[in-house]
Protein backbone atom coordinates (compact mmCIF):
# COMPACT_ATOMS: atom_id res chain seq x y z
CA UNK A 1 0.00 0.00 0.00
CA UNK A 2 1.40 3.36 -0.88
CA UNK A 3 0.05 6.88 0.58
CA UNK A 4 0.34 9.67 -0.83
CA UNK A 5 -0.37 13.22 1.60
CA UNK A 6 -0.54 16.41 0.44
CA UNK A 7 -1.82 19.90 1.22
CA UNK A 8 0.57 21.01 3.19
CA UNK A 9 1.70 24.88 2.71
CA UNK A 10 2.59 28.03 4.61
CA UNK A 11 -0.13 29.59 6.32
CA UNK A 12 -0.25 32.47 9.27
CA UNK A 13 -1.23 31.50 12.64
CA UNK A 14 -5.06 31.49 12.57
CA UNK A 15 -5.44 29.84 9.43
CA UNK A 16 -6.42 27.10 7.84
CA UNK A 17 -5.51 24.18 6.24
CA UNK A 18 -6.77 20.64 5.23
CA UNK A 19 -4.69 17.93 3.98
CA UNK A 20 -5.70 14.61 2.04
CA UNK A 21 -3.88 11.35 2.08
CA UNK A 22 -4.88 9.09 -0.39
CA UNK A 23 -4.10 5.64 -0.44
CA UNK A 24 -3.05 3.21 -3.58
CA UNK A 25 -5.75 0.12 -3.09
CA UNK A 26 -8.83 -0.07 -1.21
CA UNK A 27 -7.76 -0.07 2.61
CA UNK A 28 -10.56 1.56 4.55
CA UNK A 29 -12.79 -1.24 4.55
CA UNK A 30 -11.13 -2.58 6.98
CA UNK A 31 -8.36 -0.26 8.85
CA UNK A 32 -8.82 2.61 11.09
CA UNK A 33 -6.31 5.59 9.70
CA UNK A 34 -4.92 8.01 11.27
CA UNK A 35 -2.88 11.52 10.92
CA UNK A 36 1.19 11.69 13.10
CA UNK A 37 3.15 15.08 13.40
CA UNK A 38 6.68 15.67 13.92
CA UNK A 39 8.14 19.29 14.43
CA UNK A 40 11.39 20.73 14.32
CA UNK A 41 13.37 18.82 17.12
CA UNK A 42 10.36 17.01 18.50
CA UNK A 43 9.31 13.22 18.38
CA UNK A 44 6.72 12.42 16.42
CA UNK A 45 3.52 12.52 17.90
CA UNK A 46 -0.09 11.50 17.29
CA UNK A 47 -2.88 13.89 15.73
CA UNK A 48 -5.81 12.26 14.70
CA UNK A 49 -7.11 8.93 14.24
CA UNK A 50 -10.51 7.79 12.41
CA UNK A 51 -12.35 4.60 12.51
CA UNK A 52 -12.39 2.31 9.28
CA UNK A 53 -15.89 3.32 8.90
CA UNK A 54 -15.59 6.92 10.18
CA UNK A 55 -17.87 5.97 13.31
CA UNK A 56 -15.17 6.95 15.52
CA UNK A 57 -12.39 9.34 15.63
CA UNK A 58 -9.87 10.14 18.66
CA UNK A 59 -7.82 13.76 18.91
CA UNK A 60 -4.30 14.73 20.56
CA UNK A 61 -5.19 17.36 23.24
CA UNK A 62 -3.52 19.56 21.66
CA UNK A 63 -5.85 19.63 18.86
CA UNK A 64 -9.14 19.13 20.03
CA UNK A 65 -11.90 21.57 18.76
CA UNK A 66 -9.72 22.87 15.85
CA UNK A 67 -8.55 19.44 14.05
CA UNK A 68 -10.97 17.42 12.40
CA UNK A 69 -10.55 13.79 10.80
CA UNK A 70 -12.70 12.25 8.03
CA UNK A 71 -12.27 9.50 5.41
CA UNK A 72 -14.38 9.07 2.23
CA UNK A 73 -13.55 4.99 1.42
CA UNK A 74 -15.01 5.51 -2.25
CA UNK A 75 -12.06 7.64 -2.59
CA UNK A 76 -9.73 5.51 -0.63
CA UNK A 77 -9.04 9.09 1.02
CA UNK A 78 -8.57 10.23 4.83
CA UNK A 79 -8.70 14.00 5.46
CA UNK A 80 -7.33 16.29 8.18
CA UNK A 81 -9.10 19.80 8.35
CA UNK A 82 -7.09 22.15 10.12
CA UNK A 83 -8.54 25.37 11.75
CA UNK A 84 -6.87 27.97 14.26
CA UNK A 85 -3.04 26.93 13.39
CA UNK A 86 -0.92 27.79 15.68
CA UNK A 87 3.06 28.22 14.72
CA UNK A 88 3.57 25.27 17.52
CA UNK A 89 1.33 22.98 14.69
CA UNK A 90 4.79 23.52 12.71
CA UNK A 91 5.64 19.86 11.75
CA UNK A 92 5.82 17.74 8.82
CA UNK A 93 2.43 15.38 8.94
CA UNK A 94 2.18 11.59 7.88
CA UNK A 95 -0.89 9.85 7.38
CA UNK A 96 -0.49 5.76 8.23
CA UNK A 97 -3.07 3.06 7.64
CA UNK A 98 -3.50 1.18 10.98
CA UNK A 99 -3.33 -2.61 12.02
CA UNK A 100 -6.85 -2.84 12.90
CA UNK A 101 -10.01 -1.53 12.29
CA UNK A 102 -10.07 1.46 14.99
CA UNK A 103 -7.23 3.81 15.00
CA UNK A 104 -5.36 3.94 18.34
CA UNK A 105 -2.60 6.40 19.48
CA UNK A 106 0.41 5.02 19.21
CA UNK A 107 2.80 4.28 15.96
CA UNK A 108 3.20 0.70 16.65
CA UNK A 109 -0.37 0.20 15.94
CA UNK A 110 0.32 1.33 12.51
CA UNK A 111 1.41 -0.61 9.61
CA UNK A 112 1.75 1.38 6.53
CA UNK A 113 3.22 5.39 6.11
CA UNK A 114 2.78 8.09 3.75
CA UNK A 115 5.71 10.07 3.23
CA UNK A 116 4.57 13.35 4.94
CA UNK A 117 3.90 16.88 3.82
CA UNK A 118 4.97 19.98 5.64
CA UNK A 119 3.19 22.45 7.02
CA UNK A 120 4.62 25.71 8.19
CA UNK A 121 2.22 28.02 10.35
CA UNK A 122 3.83 31.93 10.57
CA UNK A 123 3.25 34.04 14.17
Known amino acids: VQLQASGGGLVQAGGSLRLSCSAS????????MGWFRRGPNKEREFVAG????????NYAESVKGRFTISRDNAKNTVYLQMTSLKPEDTAVYYC?????????????????WGQGTLVTVSS
Open 50 to 57: IAWNGSNQ
Open 25 to 32: RRTGSNNG
Open 96 to 112: AVARRAWAGSTATEYQY
